[in-house]
């Protein structure tokens, strides 16, 4: 499976991007799919999921309220809707999917890159002041 990132690039502080990712090759019923970044200097870190059924959604504390994380089955999309955007917010943002047969017991398992088995290849988003 490969996972096509777009949508970054340079936003002014309180602006909005919404990113998408594609996936072409077996992409049948991912177990989750979610969105991390990689800020200049740090380490990478989660942002957003959404389970199999996209009932549920998860976020990081530093992005609730403003950013949103979807997806289309039928497109084999994933997307991240970020609004309210702020400096601390420039990042390579990468999307990622796991495989079917993983189980997401508990909430945490979505903030771990060691459940997500397919990555894109990043996509940077730029906030200035």
């Known amino acids: 499976v490969q996972l096509q990132a777009s949508g970054g690039g340079l936003v002014q502080e309180g602006g909005s991007l919404r990113l998408s990712c594609t996936a072409s090759?077996?992409?049948?019923?991912?177990?989750?799919s979610g969105w991390f970044r990689q800020g200049p200097g740090k380490e990478r870190e989660f942002v957003a999921a959404i389970s199999r059924t996209g009932i549920s959604t998860y976020y990081a504390d530093s992005v609730k309220g403003r950013f949103t994380i979807s997806k289309d089955d039928a497109k084999n999309a994933l997307y991240l809707q970020m609004n309210a955007l702020n400096p601390e917010d420039t990042s390579v943002y990468f999307c990622?999917?796991?495989?079917?047969?993983?189980?997401?017991?508990?909430?945490?398992?979505?903030?771990?890159?060691?459940?997500?088995?397919?990555w894109g290849q990043g996509t940077q988003v730029t906030v200035s002041s």
């Open positions: 090759g077996r992409t049948n019923n991912r177990s989750a």
């Open positions: 990622a999917a796991a495989d079917a047969y993983k189980r997401f017991y508990r909430t945490e398992s979505y903030y771990k890159e060691a459940m997500y088995d397919d």
